[in-house]
Structure formats: C-alpha cells, structure tokens
C-alpha cells in the first residue's frame, strides 16, 4: 500500500534577537547650560589661564621701560679690617712763645672701618627714553589684545563644543525612537511570519533593520559621551552634567555693517594696530637717541672713623651724556624702520583678513541654513512616508521591502536634519567670531 502523506507543518516560530544595545549611561547630577559653560571655562580653562599668564609677562616691559624714568637709588655697606692702622702726623699749629710746632696723628688707614654710602640718580631730560616708555606701552595693549583674541577663540571653542554635544543628544533620541520603530516592524513582521502570511525573508529584513538600528542608537551613545568628554576636558571638570538645548546664536539685524565692525572690534586688529604704534614709538625712541640725556645725581657716604676728608662726605651733581657707538644706534634705527614696515603690513593683512573671514562666513551661514531648511522638510516627508508605508503594510497593501526601505529613508533623513542644523549653529557663531562680536 501507498505511504500516507504527512500533512505539512507551519514553519516553526523564529526566535527572538537577544538585545544587543548596551544599557544607557547613568543620569547625570546636574544641568549646565550655554552661559555656565562659557563662564566655567573663562575661570578654570587652562589654556585661557596660561594666555593671562602670558600677558602679566608681557606687561612687565612697560614696568621696565618706566624703571629708566623713575628716581635710581643705591645703598651699600662696608666693613674693612687692614692688616695694620696706618696714621700720619700733622702739623696743626705752632706755640707763638716756644716756637713749638703741635703735631697730631691723622688715621691714614684705619685697621677696621665701617662704611655706608647712598647714590641716587634721575633723569630730567631724554626723548629716547621717553619714547621707549611709550613703545613699552603701546606693546602692552598689543599683548591684552592678543590674550583677548586667544579668550574669545576658546570661548567660541566651547561654545561650539557645547552646541556639538547638543545636537548628539538630541540624535541619541532620534536613534532611540528609530530603534522603537524597527523593534515594532519586526514584531509585527513575526506575528505575520508566525501566521504564514509572509515569507522568512521579511522577518529577517525587520531582524537586520532591527540589529542597524541597535548598532546605529549604540554608536550615537559613545559619540554623545565622546563629546560629553571633550567638553568636560575645556572646563576643567567631571562630566556628571546633562546640557540643554542651546538658543541659536542671536546675530546683528544688520549684517551689511559686520565688515565694519570687524575692523573696529576684533581684538587681533586691535593688536596689529597697537603693535605699529608701539613699532612706531620705537623707532622714534631710536632717532631721538642723538639727542643728550640730562641726569642729577647725588653721593653720601658716612664711616665709623674719620679720613682725611672726615668721617661724611657728600656730593651732587648733574651730568650729560652724548654717545658714540660706532654705528649701532644707525643699524638700530634702520632696524627700527623696518619693523615700522612689518607692522603696517601685518595690519593691512590683519584687516583684509577680517572683511574676508566675515564675507565667507555670512555666505557659509546662508547655505547652511539653506541646507537645514530643505533637511527639515525632508525629514518632514520622510516620517510622513514612513508612517503611510507602515500604516499600508499593516493592512496588507505595502510589502516587507517598501517598509523598510522607508525605515531607511527616515534614518538618513533624521540624521541629515540634526547634521544641517548644528552646522547652521556653528556657522552662526563663525559669524560672530569673524566679526568680533562677544559669544556672552
């Protein structure tokens, strides 16, 4: 007799994918905001620390320079012991009666003498030290403005760094909900799978979407805490803080007179134009070193013991001073009109720099809000889609494939929308930075 058939099973159930995302990292204890961060930074930021340091060490030229001008004062102290005491007789008179002549010894060199002595000096008249005082001066507001400029490109740094964190966490979410969503299809493409309603090859499409969108929320997670990190690092502290999302970056309403502004306010021109004045005192101070310098002076000294000359003894003075030094001051003067040249180069480089900065930055900024625009729109369509195409597939009308290439599509365009955005920020701030306008 014929075999009886065996009546065809249902395919067995697929089991369930065990979670592979790891667990989110612990809350953090505090909030800190766009402002806490930048004044963290300005008061524990090492490297804003060390350009302050910088700069005390630069403004002690100026105190230097002054020294020359102000009152010169010198104190000593002696004390000498000879190997003998040496005197010498003198005749001090004659006795009118006995025509005796009275002698009286004169210590010569005392065998032990201690001696103190004050010298003081002051300059009244000289041009090149005046001169020197004012380039001292004008190179002090040079370095303020360089520290200045080296601030605000930190702060622009952490400000940066902060929106950068921002906009992770904000795709952290975003990888969150996708991976809700992919975790949904494949239960829906399961039960379907289970009921014979669709082949395996759905159910694993669903498995694999599920499986890119666990690796896709995991590589959002150590980036967001990458940078978390970095920004803990710019403020010298633990990264146990959540930040928030920033305002956008509030530009002038004019941005016809950015350019001008640049000139006015970026610190790096501001030193480029205190280094040509402080290059121009200089070489003043060079020329007028033909001129003689007009000092007084003064001399005390006082000894335990009198000399010849007595035990006190002052004396003051002035004195002029004209010199020759066989060249030096003509090699230091065309030196000096040299860096006159330098300075006014670097200035007019420093200022064509800035118009250009701000150009590009204002065209950046346009495209880049342009970019973020039409990435928020198609963000838009594509959740839209997504929802239609799963809504479809639910009643029967979509397949596996068309479901997942919109899960796909709504991935690329949501991780689009958060990139477009945060460079529309960043190129905001590239504004303000080129125009020299306070991230504060």
């Given at each position: 007799p014929a075999p009886t058939p065996t009546p065809a099973q249902p395919p067995a159930p697929a089991q369930a994918a065990p979670p592979t995302v790891a667990p989110p990292p612990p809350a953090a204890t505090t909030t800190l905001t766009l402002d806490d961060a930048l004044r963290i930074a300005g008061e524990r930021?090492?490297?804003?620390?060390?350009?302050?340091?910088?700069?005390?060490?630069?403004?002690?030229?100026?105190?230097?320079?002054?020294?020359?001008?102000?009152?010169q004062i010198t104190l000593g102290a002696t004390y000498t012991h000879n190997?003998?005491?040496?005197?010498?007789?003198?005749?001090?008179?004659?006795?009118?009666?006995?025509?005796?002549?009275?002698?009286?010894?004169?210590?010569?060199?005392?065998?032990?003498?201690?001696?103190?002595?004050?010298?003081a000096s002051l300059v009244l008249f000289s041009p090149a030290l005046w001169y020197g005082i004012q380039s001292a001066s004008r190179g002090d507001d040079s370095a303020r403005q360089a520290t200045e400029n080296a601030r605000r490109s930190i702060l622009f740094g952490v400000a940066q760094?902060?929106?950068?964190?921002?906009?992770?966490r904000r795709f952290v979410d975003t990888s969150q909900q996708l991976l809700e969503i992919a975790q949904r299809e494949e239960k829906d493409a399961r039960v379907r799978y289970q009921a014979g309603t669709i082949a395996k090859v759905g159910l694993l499409r669903a498995e694999?979407?599920?499986?890119?969108?666990?690796?896709?929320?995991?590589?959002?997670?150590?980036?967001?805490?990458?940078?978390?990190?970095?920004?803990?690092?710019?403020l010298d502290r633990p990264?146990?803080?959540?930040?928030?999302?920033?305002?956008?970056?509030?530009?002038?309403?004019?941005?016809?007179?950015?350019?001008?502004?640049?000139?006015?306010?970026?610190?790096?021109?501001?030193?480029?134009?205190?280094?040509?004045?402080?290059?121009i005192s200089n070489q003043r101070s060079q020329w007028t070193s033909y001129i003689p310098s007009l000092a007084a002076f003064g001399h005390w000294q006082d000894a335990n013991k009198p000399g010849l000359t007595g035990a006190?003894?002052?004396?003051?003075?002035?004195?002029?001073?004209?010199?020759?030094?066989?060249?030096?001051?003509?090699?230091?003067?065309?030196?000096?009109?040299?860096?006159?040249?330098?300075?006014?180069?670097?200035?007019?480089?420093?200022?064509l720099r800035a118009k250009l900065e701000v150009g590009q930055a204002l065209?950046?900024?346009?495209?880049?809000?342009?970019?973020?625009?039409?990435?928020?729109?198609?963000?838009?369509?594509?959740?839209?889609?997504?929802?239609?195409?799963?809504?479809?597939?639910?009643?029967?009308?979509?397949?596996?494939?068309?479901q997942a290439d919109a899960t796909a599509q709504l991935r690329t365009a949501e991780i689009a929308q958060t990139t477009e955005t945060l460079n529309a920020q960043l190129a905001a701030l590239r504004v303000l930075q080129a125009a020299g306008a306070d991230i504060r």
């Open positions: 930021n090492h490297d804003i620390k060390a350009a302050a340091a910088r700069l005390r060490q630069a403004e002690q030229g100026y105190w230097k320079a002054l020294s020359g001008q102000l009152p190997n003998e005491n040496l005197v010498f007789p003198f005749a001090f008179g004659q006795d009118p009666v006995t025509n005796k002549v009275t002698f009286q010894n004169v210590p010569v060199l005392p065998q032990d003498v201690l001696q103190a002595t004050v010298d760094a902060y929106y950068g964190v921002a906009s992770l694999i979407d599920r499986a890119r969108a666990e690796q896709d929320l995991q590589r959002a997670r150590n980036s967001y805490e990458s940078a978390r990190l970095a920004l803990a690092a710019l990264a146990n803080f959540e930040v928030v999302d920033p305002q956008e970056p509030r530009l002038p309403p004019d941005p016809s007179k950015l350019p001008e502004a640049a000139l006015r306010d970026r610190p790096d021109v501001k030193s480029a134009r205190s280094a040509l004045d402080s290059a006190e003894l002052w004396s003051v003075g002035l004195s002029a001073q004209w010199r020759f030094d066989g060249g030096l001051r003509e090699a230091n003067i065309r030196e000096a009109d040299a860096k006159v040249r330098e300075a006014e180069e670097t200035l007019a480089s420093a200022e065209l950046d900024l346009d495209s880049a809000r342009a970019n973020a625009q039409k990435a928020n729109e198609q963000r838009d369509l594509a959740a839209e889609n997504q929802r239609l195409v799963d809504v479809s597939y639910r009643a029967g009308s979509a397949t596996a494939v068309e």
